[in-house]
């Protein structure tokens, strides 16, 4: 069974991007996460259903 809440450093690792970043998406409200007292955890399905709203489409005739 996948782990589905995810601490700082393992949704930075996921997404390639340092804690500090994630940190301070956190402050400002950027990235969906959740407060268990004063854990600050990442749920793996909301961080993805995030991003799929996150996705460029490129028109066709870009390229």
């Known amino acids: 069974m996948e782990k589905r809440f ?3 450093k393992e949704i930075a690792f996921y ?3 340092s804690q500090d970043t994630i940190r301070a998406w ?8 959740s407060k ?6 990442f749920d793996l399905l ?5 991003l799929k709203k996150k ?3 490129v028109p066709n005739k870009v390229f």
């Open 55 to 57: 996705e460029c489409k």
């Open 46 to 50: 909301s961080i993805n259903k995030w």
């Open 6 to 8: 995810l601490t700082t």
């Open 36 to 41: 268990l007292g004063s854990a600050v955890r």
């Open 15 to 17: 997404l390639g991007l």
């Open 26 to 33: 956190v402050r400002r409200g950027c990235i969906p996460f």
